[in-house]
């Protein structure tokens, strides 16, 4: 077995309920506290947008990367 099929469970990724949750919570926890965290930083507009696009890349690549060791597996 290899080690990120241990990791990913894909026995339970077959499960629809359970493949959801797990999309929702790779696409979720970063979203929605740490913007609220971080504005206190923010000097301006401009830092608020270079956020925004860095936590919205970053859930893409996130969820981009874990569907592809998914399918891999």
Do not use: W
């Not at 979720?28 to 507009?45: E, M, N, R, Y």
């Not at 947008?49 to 597996?73: D, H, N, Q």
Request: with cysteine.
């Amino acid at each position: 077995m290899r080690v990120h099929n241990c990791l990913l469970f894909p026995a339970l990724m077959q499960d629809h309920i359970f493949r959801t949750a797990v999309l929702l919570y790779f696409m979720c926890p970063t979203g929605f506290a740490t913007p609220t965290q971080l504005k206190p930083l923010c000097k301006d507009q401009s830092d608020e947008a270079f956020m925004s696009s860095f936590i919205s890349l970053y859930m893409i690549v996130t969820l981009t990367l874990y569907v592809i060791l998914v399918l891999a597996g």
